[in-house]
């Protein structure tokens, strides 16, 4: 399960980058896959994904890596074994491009008063470090000022400086740091690093306007004293984006009634956090390989083992089951984002979506099933199919259709959804989250549920069920012990002033943050914000990504008015909304 956060705190400061020059990963051949035999020996049903795509040898099946590359391939011979027809006009891999990091250029300089730092030694830019050159005097400043959300856009003394600014922690987010030191109109940002120096390889977040850099030993004092005394300086940074392929993994279960008759989605990503960095919530295991068996190991399991269930059932459903396994969820959404954009059926004629995201943990608690607002019949399709199972499971329904996980993608295109889930725990986004410690019984007992569920809207005994269409449900809901699980981006100092968009999470060509949706009653729903708007300006502050969104956000109060620009069919619109306490 991804998590949506404002302010994403990166280990190292594992840096990110977008620039001028992007640089596309070459085609990745077929991978040397570790064999799943030896791997999964002696473990059995739905276990046996868990054991193999949660080894260590698949290193955390990061986004667009060869690792996630060979957790697809296990994943397409589990379909094909089961006699599910690939998704793809022959084909089981929907592949689309992501962002993978960043790589340093050949143009890059740091001079003080006519001096240079050697890089690498001294200093190195930061991954998401604009291409740009900046000359001006340096200037000391501490991250607290900086972060000052009052601080005027583009006032004195900032102004055509170059910021310098000491880090106590390695792992302080300084791309919130840099952005405002942007706005605050300084020419570049260099950080004094505690100690060592980042790579640039892993960072994904978007480039800022300015060059930014960090230097680190007797190169940091002497930029401390340079910045007291205001020398000089030049400071210019190439960083250039990187550029891979990841996949969905598409299978389908044909329906009786044709290729014409509508489809049910049942769905799982299947990638995790490779070797931490952002999103971990182990900041010191940077480099530690971090398993993800229940996220979301244990809704890949699930979903092949409903798969199975509704394969080798003699009752065929009416309806067609499309089966998919997505990838870059835990960046966010990407994977399920791409495939309501680029859909592999037509997206009119998807009745519903089932997603199963942490589900390895039932044991002795209830499962949270999240979606059942979106329809009214969803309750009672759930109890009914929670009776016929042999093991019916207590579960709480919750009526949100919108969450961190991939159903919110479909909820967003107007479909009904479920998300299935037995909730957070203190492995959760850390390396300890492995097999050993998922229950095995609950992943039959959920795979029985969903087949069951899935099979009444495919219509495999009787009648397909109907599902009536509830828009715009819910609001922030506790039930996750993760309070940081929310769909809109927030501050991470507490909950923060409340709008109620939902962003979509997936990359955007252009400038600005497109919305999937709003919540129903909500400050933005009342100011007049619809699905589809892309929001470019917030309070007067310029929105081009989702971070500096994130950053304007945080700067307002609960009760402020402000002032909103979205671009509605190619014009701007400017409505006022009145943001309200989270």
């Not at 006032?155 to 106590?168: D, F, N, Q």
């Not at 505690?194 to 960090?214: N, Y």
């Amino acid at each position: 399960m991804t998590r949506f956060r404002s302010r994403i705190v990166l280990p190292r400061i594992a840096l990110v980058a977008a620039t001028a020059v992007p640089h596309v990963l070459p085609a990745q051949t077929a991978a040397s896959c570790p064999a799943a035999g030896p791997i999964v020996a002696g473990v059995q049903g739905a276990l046996r994904h868990v054991r193999y795509l949660a080894d260590d040898a698949l290193e955390g099946r990061e986004v667009a890596s060869a690792a996630e590359r060979c957790a697809a391939a296990y994943i397409e011979a589990e379909f094909a074994a089961l006699g599910l027809a690939p998704g793809l006009e022959g084909a089981w891999e929907q592949t689309f491009r992501v962002r993978v990091g960043a790589e340093r250029g050949t143009h890059n300089l740091l001079s003080v008063a006519g001096t240079p730092y050697p890089i690498d030694e001294a200093w190195v830019p930061l991954g998401f470090s604009g291409t740009d050159m900046a000359e001006g005097a340096l200037i000391a400043r501490d991250r607290g000022t900086i972060e000052d959300p009052h601080a005027p856009a583009g006032a004195a003394p900032l102004t055509g400086r170059i910021v310098v600014i000491p880090i106590e922690r390695a792992d302080v987010d300084v791309h919130y740091t840099a952005a405002m030191a942007a706005r605050q109109g300084a020419a570049g940002v260099i950080f004094r690093m505690p100690a060592g120096l980042p790579d640039v390889a892993s960072e994904r977040r978007p480039a800022l306007p300015l060059p930014v850099a960090a230097v680190t030993g007797s190169a940091s004092a002497a930029l401390a004293e340079a910045a007291t005394a205001e020398r000089p300086a030049e400071l210019m940074t190439q960083v250039d984006a990187r550029f891979g392929d990841a996949r969905n993994v598409v299978g389908v279960l044909p329906g009786t009634g044709g290729p014409t008759a509508p489809w049910v989605v049942v769905g799982a990503h299947y990638d995790h956090l490779g070797r931490g960095g952002q999103g971990s919530l182990a900041p010191d295991a940077w480099g530690q390989i971090h398993n993800g068996a229940d996220d979301n190991a244990s809704g890949t399991a699930v979903l092949i083992e409903v798969a199975r269930r509704m394969a080798a059932d003699p009752a065929r459903p009416t309806y067609n089951v499309l089966f998919l396994a997505f990838s870059g969820e835990e960046r966010g959404l990407w994977g399920s984002g791409h495939w309501v954009k680029e859909p592999t059926v037509p997206l009119e004629d998807v009745v519903a979506m089932i997603n199963m995201d942490m589900v390895g943990r039932l044991e002795t608690g209830s499962l949270t099933i999240f979606g059942a607002g979106t329809a009214p019949q969803w309750r009672e399709i759930l109890e009914r199919s929670n009776a016929r199972i042999e093991h019916p499971i207590g579960f709480l329904p919750a009526p949100d259709g919108y969450g961190p996980s991939d159903h919110s993608s479909f909820y967003g295109e107007d479909i009904p959804v479920l998300h299935f889930f037995t909730n957070t725990h203190e492995d959760y986004h850390r390396p300890s989250d492995d097999w050993e410690r998922i229950d095995g019984p609950g992943l039959e007992r959920i795979a029985d549920l969903v087949a069951g569920v899935a099979g009444e809207l495919a219509g495999v005994r009787g009648a397909p069920a109907e599902l009536t269409l509830v828009s715009g449900v819910g609001k922030p809901t506790a039930v996750a012990s993760n309070p940081e699980a929310s769909e809109e981006p927030q501050a991470s100092r507490g909950y923060g002033p409340y709008l109620g968009s939902i962003p979509d999470m997936t990359p955007f060509e252009g400038t600005g943050v497109r919305l999937t949706g709003v919540r129903e009653g909500s400050p933005a729903e009342k100011a007049g914000i619809q699905k589809g708007d892309v929001i470019v300006e917030f309070g007067g502050r310029e929105v081009t990504d989702l971070y500096t969104y994130t950053y304007a956000l945080q700067d307002f109060q609960p009760g402020d008015a402000v002032d909103i620009v979205v671009l509605r069919d190619g014009q701007r619109v400017t409505v006022k909304a009145v943001l309200e306490r989270r």
